[in-house]
């Protein structure tokens, strides 16, 4: 079934109403599957249901894609069946010649436009829906395209026997041709449905001339325009016993539950984000060279700012490594605003859980900020001239990868909130320019106004600060050392420097627990989000 009419009739709005994207609370009527009152989430998992839009991950192959989506969707232990399902997609969808080619995006060159939209129709088809429900297939695509994607479409409800329908716009004649049954709309009105040659026949009965070289469905939305809700008696007076017609057995009993356990889950995605970091060059290659190079250019900047006593520059080289460190990883944004788009597609048909989303993401970005961290590390501390002892480098080490850890965690917490990358820049670069303010290096704990004191225990620069102080200038070693000589005689050990800054050994280890805790915090605020992102779609 074809759903047509002019623009802003509310054909997609239909088709969400019926693959139950739209909330039921909201709409007036009722929705009926099989003479039944829809269960939204029971119809999403045994149906599929494909947007206009191309929601795929540019670096995918065509097989991969297809692949994880169908590891996702099918039973858990079926990876065989779901390799066989793949093959027989892959040959069904006419995409053998471009199964290694990676999907493509703006950015980097991929598959033609008719290839991405059958990719895109495999991915719903991989658990073998009964119910296909399709947003303008062949808009954007030339005429060869679009005859390939109908004729697909067209071989899977003769053959295979499932319902397809999908919204059209100006389609060809021969495309025209397939299509069983129309529904036509204006302006949230059905004016018709049935056959194209019933419509035909009501509109000469109506006293319409179809113009030569016009296609009947062209000409009714044109005459749909024009009539407006009038048009509805004149076309079709009994549409309520052609909307019921052959309503039974479209729908296949399916276990509604997950197709597979988390743990599998957490498994298959965090394959596909480690391919997507790793395919990234830009990403990968940009940070890897940043880390070195921030590394060796701030150890010549600093050179043995540790071992002469400046104490000042030392603490600048902290604050500025902080700096470095939680403004570096908002390039993580539009990765993370591209996931979500894809997630929410996904989780609202039931293919995995939000948390899995979440879990999976955050221990795939676990080594890859190990490897970030170490690369800044090696060469500045010692260039710093910072304390010379294994375990003082090695907990250096370990503050900075939690530190990016905590502020990839804060990105995607941010990314699930924000409409946009443009609003995400902005508020993420607000926040962290605060926490910096209210960190105590510029203004001291005691000199904050009380109604501002919760912003410094917030402050994402406090922990790691108070760790790189305490862990140069405490222990047996730090404390001993003289940070200023006044006249040859030692005016400040760094004990009492700890003491003045009100820090004490114990916190070396309780703000990592605290920094950790924030890790947890937000990536556990992310899930809450996207959650509420997701009911809300749902309904």
Known sequence: MAIAGPSGAGKTTLLEILAGMIPLSSLSGNVLVNNQPMDPSHFRRVSGYVTQDEILFPLLTVEETLMYSARLRLREGHDKAAAARVRELLKELGLEHVANVRVGGESNRGISGGEKRRVSIGVDLVHDPAVLLIDEPTSGLDSASALHVALLLKSM??????????????????????????????????????????????????GHSIPR?????EFSIEVAEALGIDAEEEINPDIEQGFHEDSTNYVKESNISYANTQFKEVLILGQIFSSNIFRTKQLFVARTVQSILAGIVLGTIFLNAANNSKLQTQIGFFAFTLTFLLSSTTEGLPIYLQERRILMRETSRGAYRISSYVISSTLVFLPFLLIVALLYTVPVYWLVGLRREVNAFLYFSIVVWIVLLMSNSFVACFSALVPNFIMGTSLIAGLIGAFFLFSGYFIS??????CWIFMHYLSLFKYPFECFMINEHGGGNGQKRCLKVVEGQCYLYGKELLMQQGLKESQKWSNIIVMLSFIIGYRFLSILILSFRSYKTKG
Not at 213 to 217: D, G, K, T
Not at 445 to 450: A, E, F, L, N
């Open 213 to 217: 070289h016009v296609n009947i469905l």
């Open 445 to 450: 704990k005691q000199d904050i106004p009380k």
């Open 157 to 206: 409800a003769t053959k295979q026997g499932k319902t397809i329908v999908l919204t059209i716009h100006q389609p060809g004649s021969r495309i025209l041709e397939l299509f069983d049954q129309v529904l036509l709309l204006s302006n949230g009105t059905v004016l018709y449905q049935g056959s194209l040659n019933l419509l035909e026949e009501r509109l000469r009965i109506a």
